[in-house]
């Protein structure tokens, strides 16, 4: 049987079985297995084992748990009810101001917790009602809530670039410092936007009236609230960022970090920790689950030799290296549409990742551009992550047409950001070079 062949029907049967609603572990394990016993037979197996093995030895996948669990109990705490409570103290006076105090919180919470969909529940329960009752535009807010919490798979530390880095090879330090810049960027894009559309549209996101404003010393007492969440941020980063620890031993401290602001807050309960560590397990055993059956895939696709297919059908898209990368970006993102940031990172990254370094661009900076895309994608109709946090903790005003809708602007404002990365690479590579 000719490679095309073999690979139209690899890829035809995961999209398939995918389609029918079947979980992606078993999916990418299952199909894989099949075609590894009908290529190789069954001595193919022990390679599979082999790279099993050789994953479970991965130093750098304890931060994965470690990550989860932290962001489990941060979510717990009222970090993000006061948080919210400064933001609006300090930005409420403006036009637009508490969905940019919005993206301001999403964005420190992204640098604590590593994950997406925290942010999103927890703003959504906190600042959704706020800014409605405030008379915002319903897509406006919700569209806030949805963009910032998307953040916490790009701005360090994020489980997606451990994961990126464990499948690459590249540091998980220079994809932390890689993240900085760009998550920033895309914060002061998104900002503009707000600030653009509300000057010409006051209507949107209108202003406190002034009795309700507050006074300086109210401002300045708020400003507690940011000292526990920076501490955190800090523990993570700095000590990432100073060569102090790796990736692993910073998210040991962040979860230290996790344990004394639940202290702090009088959430330090063994009902909290129980349920925190029954969620890490379960996400961590999903996450584990996949990685496992994606080195089946890996195996299974290489075994056919069908990389040299794709190279070559690479080869023949129009623009060259160029053409290449955006076809490339174009495939992620329509893929983070319907599949799992996770599956899609096990599926495209072992095609994708020798063109690239063949290429010669920086597999580091095409790891943000891959991670902006997954994170666009947790956003995304029909199957994007955040869509269903969100409408899991909205009014039953707000529709999930409404929610669809509200995120079409920021978006675009998100791929604004991808082609600006593309064109000035150094965005992604100028802190990671000056660090490490």
Known sequence: MSIEVMTLLFFGSLLFFLLLGLPLAFVLGGVSVVFLYFT????????V???IWGTMESFTLVAIPLFVFMAMILERTGVARDLYRMMYLWFGGLRGGLAIGTLGICAVFAAMVGISGAAVVAMGAIALPSMLSRGYDKQMALGVINTGGGWGVLIPPSILMILYALITGVSVGKMFAAGVMPGIMLMVLTTLYIVVR???QPDLAPALPKEDRASWPEKLRALRSVLLPISVVGMVLGSIMGGLTT????AAMGVLGALI????YGEFKWSVLNEAAI???KLTGLTMWILFSAHAFSSAYQSMGAQALIESIMAMIPGGAWGTVIAMMIIIFFLGMVLDPVGIMMITLPVFIPIITALGFDPIWFGILFVINMEIGYKTPPFGFNLFYLKGVVP???TMNDIYKSIIPFVLVEII???LIMIFPEIATWLPELLF
């Not at 990736?247 to 910073?250: D, G, L, S």
């Not at 602001?261 to 702090?264: G, I, L, N, T």
């Open 396 to 398: 039953p005003s707000v």
């Open 247 to 250: 990736p692993t031993e910073a």
């Open 40 to 47: 190789w037979g069954f001595d193919s197996f022990y390679m």
């Open 417 to 419: 950001g991808i082609i």
């Open 198 to 200: 509300c000057a010409l």
């Open 49 to 51: 084992v082999s790279q």
């Open 279 to 281: 969620r890490t397990l």
């Open 261 to 264: 602001s639940a202290a702090v």
